[in-house]
């Protein structure tokens, strides 16, 4: 083949042996690709059009940055997709994959079966330009949650919480979807700050927001404090998909002798290079000063303790929103575990109220994750005596 788009492709081993009709090569590049990413049964089909649509060539990179494709352009990837069509999309191999989940986004394996199931080159064509356009290509396509450590990597299995599981932080609920619905809408939106006590629902929060608005694009990007320095890299790198993202520090604090916030507070403000319209920060801390400040570092008279204020100051205010989460009133605590009982069909009881509270006494005080975790151990007590 002599593709002038799609190039890349014909130096994959398995397309050569595919090329070459080597049908032991084809059946070794095809097995593991099937048992691993297939979705379909249409084996060769499938991993040709997982070969195209992860492709970075110049027809993707417009795409996904949601540039104008030219008239000239489009012709030539027709040539070489009909190529492609004719000499690989005709070759029938049926393989059923066993069916273990892959952990790909769903609108991914929506994408990679309408793909698949092109009845011509130009469907094939126009399928691999609306998946570049709405998912991008390559690892950022797959899947809805990334987790960053000097390279990315896909997260299979997401916590499933929404906001309905959330009980009793309804302004700070409305808020964030509020900020995030700006944001995914393409309006003005606000890096945010969550901080607050313990097992309130700030990582819950974040969370929930990726399974609220993941199909509208949303994407959620776990970094470690000591990568911070990473972001403007990250945000390029993001900066080039279709998608909205959120890069998720979580439970952040840093000592005064750390320097991660400084880079925290060039990444949010401070480049010359403006920060990309798709990328947002959210962090959530135990503290409403990130910066970990002592007495001893207010010594040395009125110049020094000014400056040290401001140094410790300036990280936060660079949040556009900081939301607090404080921890239930007893009252509070009781209504969340209700609400979760509810949802698992059991009703509060007097005696129930009562294991509750000495739950939070023992287990680390009142908060909805106390609250989960007596749910979890009530429900299980009671499976065990075979009450329903």
């Not at 009909?82 to 892959?102: G, H, R, V």
């Not at 319209?277 to 135990?286: D, F, G, K, P, R």
């Not at 009671?382 to 009450?387: N, S, T, V, Y």
């Amino acid at each position: 083949m002599d593709l002038l788009i799609f190039d890349k492709i014909e130096n994959d081993s398995c397309i050569q042996a595919i090329l070459n009709k080597d049908n032991v090569g084809v059946l070794r590049g095809v097995i593991k690709f099937c048992e691993t990413e297939g979705v379909t049964s249409n084996a060769i089909k499938e991993y040709v059009a997982s070969l195209l649509a992860n492709d970075d060539n110049v027809l993707s990179d417009l795409a996904k940055s949601g540039k104008k494709i030219g008239e000239d352009l489009y012709k030539l990837a027709s040539l070489d997709i009909q190529e492609i069509y004719n000499k690989l999309f005709s070759i029938q191999i049926k393989y059923a994959p066993s069916d273990n989940d892959t952990g790909f986004y769903e609108g991914y394996i929506q994408s990679m079966r309408a793909i698949t199931e092109s009845k011509n080159a130009k469907e094939l064509l126009d399928a691999l330009i609306t998946h570049y356009r709405t998912l991008g290509c390559g690892t950022l396509a797959k899947y809805a949650a990334f987790k960053y450590d000097g390279s990315l990597e896909g997260v299979t299995e997401t916590d499933s919480i929404t906001f309905d599981d959330l009980i009793g932080i309804e302004y700070q609920k409305k808020t964030l979807i509020d900020n995030t619905r700006a944001f995914l809408d393409g309006k003005s939106a606000n890096n945010v700050l969550l901080f607050g006590d313990r097992g309130s629902g700030k990582s819950s929060s974040v969370k929930a927001l990726l399974n609220m608005f993941a199909d509208k694009g949303l994407r959620v990007v776990e970094v470690p404090k000591h990568r911070i320095s990473d972001i403007p890299k990250l945000s390029k790198l993001l900066s080039q998909s279709p998608n909205k993202y959120i890069i998720f520090l979580d439970d952040l604090t840093f000592e005064s002798h750390e320097t991660e916030y400084r880079a925290l507070k060039i990444a949010m403000e401070g480049q010359l290079q403006a920060n990309p319209s798709n990328v947002l920060i959210y962090a959530t801390s135990n503290r409403r000063h990130l910066i970990r400040e002592t007495w001893a570092d207010r010594e040395g008279g009125e110049v020094h303790k000014n400056d040290q204020m401001q140094e410790t100051l300036s990280l936060s205010e660079r949040f556009g929103i900081s939301l607090v989460f404080s921890l239930p009133s007893q009252k509070e605590y009781l209504n969340i575990v209700s609400e979760m009982l509810k949802k698992r069909g059991k009703k509060m009881t007097a005696d129930t109220e009562k294991e509750a509270i000495v739950w939070a006494m023992n287990y680390g005080g009142r908060s909805a994750r106390c609250a989960k975790q007596f749910v979890t151990s009530y429900i299980a007590g009671h499976k065990e005596k075979g009450e329903d």
